[in-house]
């Protein structure tokens, strides 16, 4: 078995490529698990900038995610709306903060 095939992708992930009514996903196991990668990846790497951004800005933590969220919707964007929103709610989950509202995009 191959390594990718080993990679656990959180039900909240891939209920993002599983269009409303559907059962299976709208993409193949392998490109989920690239984006899923991708955007586990960006959470963790998100957790000390975040951190940082509570202390030495005086920030809420709400605050804190939600310019982490538009950071990550911004020009240049790699994640789509969606995965962008799972990003921030993974790195609320990691810092063990609340979960945020990020608005209608949800």
Request: net charge negative; with cysteine; glycine share 6%.
């Amino acid at each position: 078995m191959s390594e990718d095939n080993q990679i656990e992708i959180a039900q909240s992930f891939m209920a993002l490529y599983i269009d409303p009514g559907r059962h299976k996903p709208n993409a193949s196991r392998e490109v989920i698990a690239g984006r899923y990668e991708l955007c586990e990846d960006l959470a963790n790497m998100l957790t000390e900038t975040a951190r940082n951004m509570l202390f030495s800005l005086g920030l809420s933590e709400d605050a804190v995610l939600q310019r982490c969220y538009l950071g990550l919707c911004g020009d240049g964007a790699v994640v789509s709306a969606p995965e962008s929103v799972w990003v921030i709610r993974r790195l609320a989950e990691l810092l063990e903060w609340d979960q945020p509202t990020l608005g209608a995009s949800e």
